[in-house]
């Protein structure tokens, strides 16, 4: 199998002199096995020619938004849903500018806006253009929001002189989107992660002790293996990995309308967090006075967002949950995953230093519909590596 099989490639073009590499990169791409369309911008199009790229991608070259035939055949949203993955090679300074703004002034920009595919870039400018603050804030910025910047390389420019700047050569773009072309590459993950804070009063709620790293590590591998993630997050204070799109909440209540409303195109959902089992039935407007006597709290339950995405009409192809146990760890976790209709579930024992709760470490026994799988202890990022393997392993 060639290594990008299939793939979509949405290859962008901005205006600079190592364009003209285009070319080889298109036939290169094809050559792995991609399907390729091209978006040149207007400056592109004074290094090379749309006439070469048509002849050599096999298909139409866009550059305009405004190319009323162009959008009846393949609109630029069809098109941005079409890639797999966009390569922006080379990528000017002024196209990196424009993406860190988030700008949509012209065909590429908006595609780069408007996709969901990742969105990889080859940097190539004259070296003190690329070594200037304002394009290095514009790469960090870029990086801290998931695109993958390869190179610039360092050598002779075109320019005359020597330094870094040059785009990275076809063969190592190819290679580089093939690494990244991972297992789950073209799978949406839906994941929840963190406690959720039940409110009493202004003041005070019903907590747990869920740190979310191991919903968060789950997120970052999912990423790193190719997937697109979006992450529902109770209050926890952790960073968001690159990349990933994120949503705050801070309730059982508020988790599941957030979980219910992004199900749609999703491929795997993963249920890490701790939701709380019961909530206050009233929320006290003020703070709630002390007096001598006892007090006591009235509790109802609150939503199974696990049971309720395994149950709805939008069930996603994997649902998977996790099982924190104190005792009796297979019984229950397999038992819950019968009872939630679950694909698989990873089941812990919590209360035990080093692992667990608010532990970096975890220890996983993992069951799927086809056996039981034995996680060791090991950092919840390679124990979140190891339950998308076995996911996928057991469910392609
Ligand atoms: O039934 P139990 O709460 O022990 O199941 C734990 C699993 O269910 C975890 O995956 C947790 O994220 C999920 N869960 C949920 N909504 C709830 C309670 C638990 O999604 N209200």
Known sequence: MALLDGKHVLLGITGGIAAYKCAELVRGLRRAGAEVRVVMTAAAERFVT??????????????SLWDEAAEAAMSHIELARWADVVLVAPASADALAR??????????STLCLATEAPVHLAPAMNRVMWANAATQANVAALRARGFRIHGPGSGEQACGETGEGRMLEPEQLIDAL??????WQGRHLLITAGPTYEDLDPVRFLGNRS??????????????????????AGPVM??????????DVRTAVQMHEAVMAELAGIDTFIAAAAVA?????????????KSDADASLDLERTPDILAAVSASPLRPKRVVGFAAETEHLDQYAQEKMRNKNLDAIAANVVGMPGSGFESSHNALTVFTRGGRHAI??????????????????QLP
């Open 178 to 183: 093939a690494g990244h072309a991972g297992p």
């Open 277 to 289: 089992d019961y909530r206050p039935k009233t929320v006290s407007a003020g703070k709630i006075k």
């Open 50 to 63: 749309p006439t070469t790229l048509q002849a050599l991608s096999g298909n139409p070259v866009r550059s």
């Open 376 to 393: 060791p202890l090991a950092t919840k990022r390679q124990a979140a590596d190891a339950l998308l393997d076995i996911l996928l392993e």
């Open 99 to 108: 993406f860190a703004g988030g700008q949509a002034n012209d065909l590429l």
């Open 211 to 232: 740190s979310g790293k191991m919903g968060f590590a789950l997120a970052e591998a999912a990423m790193a293996k190719g997937a697109q993630v979006t992450l529902v």
């Open 238 to 247: 952790l960073q968001t990995p690159a990349g990933v799109r994120r949503i």
